[in-house]
């Protein structure tokens, strides 16, 4: 059961990586009630999403052995 849960964790964290370095790559804007996020923090947000998604996968990989 855990091993499934670090594999999906690791799934949605890339996607969102994925969706945060297009938002960044492409300048899309991001409007949250009056604030527009600067694209600098969709890039942070790509790489932390990255580590967590890598993390999620090397657990999942060390549960096998």
């Given at each position: 059961m855990t091993?499934?849960?670090?594999t999906i964790s690791?799934?949605?964290f890339a996607a969102v990586a994925l969706a945060q370095a297009l938002r960044a790559a492409n300048g899309w804007t991001l409007?949250?009630?009056?604030?527009?996020?600067?694209?600098?923090?969709?890039?942070i947000a790509a790489?932390?999403?990255t580590g967590l998604s890598v993390w999620a996968f090397r657990r999942t990989r060390a549960r096998r052995r």
């Open positions: 091993r499934a849960y670090e690791g799934i949605v409007q949250v009630a009056a604030w527009s996020v600067p694209i600098w923090m969709s890039w790489v932390v999403a």
